[in-house]
Each structure stands twice: as structure tokens, then as C-alpha cells.
């Protein structure tokens, strides 16, 4: 700035200088994230959406989200695209749980979805969101192609139901060949062969409960597990099944408190199904206890079974977790124990199908407690 004097000569200068060498390295590294960030936004790589409001109108998108479903700038620019439209109504319930975690933490977790393609295939993808503090109605997303894996998946489901289908067969054949034997060997009156007989026989029955709960579990996930609808007399149905338990594993004492006095309409061999895989379990993974104990209890609506043991336990954190298909608790005393993770989702389906619920309480070296709750009158659902 000049300086004048009366006649208006400049007679000094005014100057100032600023440090602005930060300002500029913070707009360079501004300017770098956002280019970074760009890159990701127009790799082919991932889908970016920006939707807004109620309906969750897709308001914007890149292209890598275009080309995996096909619709255009043009159906965006429109305003078209809302989220009814670009998925499948029976994922409504899943979308209600994702909004509502949305709204409570800014974000949800990635979710399994499908979206329905501009040709009205579906894509399996990956997704996620977030919204913003200042803007909560509107969200930013990532869209990733998923069907690569559930391909794999699909792959490995149905590599389950055949092998369990092929062991089936030459099982009962073992089966009725082994019976055989054992018949035409006593008539011979050679009874040296008889316990190894029995021995094969205990091993074939083995396995083939294990291919039977393989063929169960991939009937589960194809939605073909079927249910008769009978009366069952619920109070002999678990004598039977604790009966046969007691029989086949000396080892602990099975205590029963209570009765149920009901009878249901459901599936007999299903439910003795649930009961003999929770007591089993509960003898399985409590090696050192003697006793597991079953207390029975009913209201007018529902009955309880809960089954008692003092083994392992569970860790809160698995507790969900050991009713999901192939789960096995990570423990290392639970390894050591074998079993294939099969039972318990099994046992979920089933009482699930049966319009119950099932929940565990366990304490870490001290056991578990397996809850079913049935109620008394209800069809089986579909
Ligand atoms: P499996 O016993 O064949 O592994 P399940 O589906 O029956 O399969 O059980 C899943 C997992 O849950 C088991 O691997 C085990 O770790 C845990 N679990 C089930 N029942 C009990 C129990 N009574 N006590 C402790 N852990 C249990």
C-alpha cells in the first residue's frame, strides 16, 4: 500500500507477507484424497449410489452400478429408479431392519441382497450404506457383485444334497447285507461273529444319522423339508426319546422334573429330532458331569422343555452363532469333540417350523441351558 504526502507523491510502501505454505499443502492434500477417492468412484470395480428420501429415489450413480444392472443416465436424470423397483419385495423386511440401523448409527452393516436388473434378472450383491449427519435423507451406498460367491455357494449346496444322496444308497444296502449276515450266521450257530457284527452294525448307524442330517440340512436350505401334522402326545414322545438316550449313553444319569400333560399337533419324528440332539449335545459336551436334567413345564398357551447340562458352556459370543448352519464353537476343549455343526440349525428349522422358539443360557465351565418353547395349538407353519 503507497504512502502519499500533500502533493501526492509516494513517499513509502506498506507491505505484508503471508505463510500460506500450509493452507496450499492442505488443498494439495484435499485435492489428492478427493482424486483417490475418484478413482475408486470410476473403477469398474464397485457400484456408488446416492439416493434421497422416503422412497429412496437413486438420484445418482456410477457407471460400474449401471453396468451391472443395466439401466441408464437416463432412467437416473428421470428419477424412476427408487428402491422398490431396484429390489425384490420379499427383501421389504431386511431393507426395514437395514433403515432402522441407518438411523440409529449413520450406517449398516453389509448385507446379502439381490437387485433386480433394467431386464428383470436378479443380481446378487454386497451392500452397504451411509447417510449424513446434516442430510440424514439422503444416502451414499456401495454396490458389489456378489454372484460369483453365491455361485460357489449354490455349487457346494448342491455338491451336499448329491453326495448325501449317494452315500444313502450304498448305506442301505451295508445296512440290509449286515442284517442279512447276522441272521444267516445264527442259524449256522456261529455266534463268535456276533459282536463284530454289531460293531459294523453301531458304525453304519452312525453314519448313516450323519447323512441323514446332511440330506436334512440341504432340504432346509431348498425349502423342501417336509412335516407331517399329527397329534403328538408330548409327555411320551420325550420319555421314549430320554428312554432311548439313557440306553445308548450310560455315562450320565438323565433327570426329568416335571410334565407337560399336552398334546400337539406337529410332527412326531421331527420333534424327537430336536430332543435327542439337545440331549445329546448336552451329554456330548459336558464329559465330566454324571447328570443332565430335563425340566418340563406348561402354561395354558405354550410348554417348556428345557434341557440342563453342566459341561463347557458357551461363550455370549457364539451363542448366537452355534444355531447357524456348519457352526462349531471355536473353543479348544469344543474342537476336541467332534461333530460337524449340524444339529443345533437343524433343531432351530425344526421348532422354528413349529411355531416355537429355542434360546440358550450358559456360564463358561459351569453348562448350558437349552429352552424350547412350543405353543400347545398351532398348525405347522408353511
Ligand atoms: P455339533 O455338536 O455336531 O458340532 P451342533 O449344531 O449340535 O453341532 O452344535 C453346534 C455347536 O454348538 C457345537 O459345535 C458346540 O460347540 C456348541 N454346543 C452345542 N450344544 C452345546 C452344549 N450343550 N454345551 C456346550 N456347547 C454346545
Redesign the pocket.
Known sequence: MPVRNEAGQIVKWFGTCTDIEEQKRTEQALRQSQERIRALIDSNIIGITSNEGDEEVLVDANDAFLHMTGYTREDLNNRTLNRMRITPPEHAPLFQRVLQEVATHGQHTPIEAELVCKDGSRLPVLAGAVTFQDHPRQMIGFVLDNSARKELEQRKDDFISMASHELRNPLTALKMQTSLLRRQLAKQGLQASAPALSSMETQINKVTRLVEELLDVSKIQAGRLEYRQETVDLDALLRETIDTMQQTHPSHRILVRGVVQASLMADRDRLGQVFT?LIS??I??SPGAETVEIDLEASLETVTIRVH?H????PREQRDK?FERF???TGPK?KAIP???????IVAEIVKRHGGTITVESAVGKG?I?TVTLPKKRDILD
Not at 311 to 314: A, D, E, S, V
Not at 339 to 345: E, H, K, S
Open positions: 440332539n449335545n448336552a456330548k459336551y447340562d459341561g463347557l458352556g458357551i452355534i457352526y462349531r464353537a469344543q461333530g460337524l455343526g449340524m444339529g443345533l440349525y448350558s437349552f
